[in-house]
């Protein structure tokens, strides 16, 4: 089972608070967070994650080693291929907003 949100920035206020939905959502379909496994980014290093956690034990991945997180990392790419760019492009300037493809 898996929580998700898009969120905005990688700051450590937004981590904590993520975490705390997330623990909430989980606790709510009857489910013990015991271990949760994060990369090295500042974010999940910061007092306020830390403290976010409370008793919950952290992991974190190895740096340069996104085998260890393999299952996030696939999770990030099933959404850039089936969510992010569901529709093909053939070209960057095709890609871009409308006003941006006016001014090229």
């Not at 007092?47 to 956690?53: I, S």
């Not at 990392?73 to 871009?96: G, K, P």
């Amino acid at each position: 089972m898996a929580y998700s949100e898009l969120l905005g920035d990688e700051r450590k206020a937004t981590a904590a608070a993520f975490w705390l939905r997330a623990n909430a959502w989980f606790t709510e379909h009857g489910i013990t967070v015991e271990k949760v496994l994060t990369d090295n980014g500042s974010c999940y290093r910061s007092h306020a994650f830390r403290d976010a956690l409370g008793e919950i034990k952290h992991r974190r991945t190895r740096p340069y080693r996104p085998q260890t997180n393999g299952k996030v990392e696939r999770f990030h790419r099933t959404l850039a291929d089936e969510w992010a760019y569901a529709r093909l492009y053939t070209s960057d300037r095709e890609n871009l907003p409308a006003p941006a493809r006016r001014n090229r």
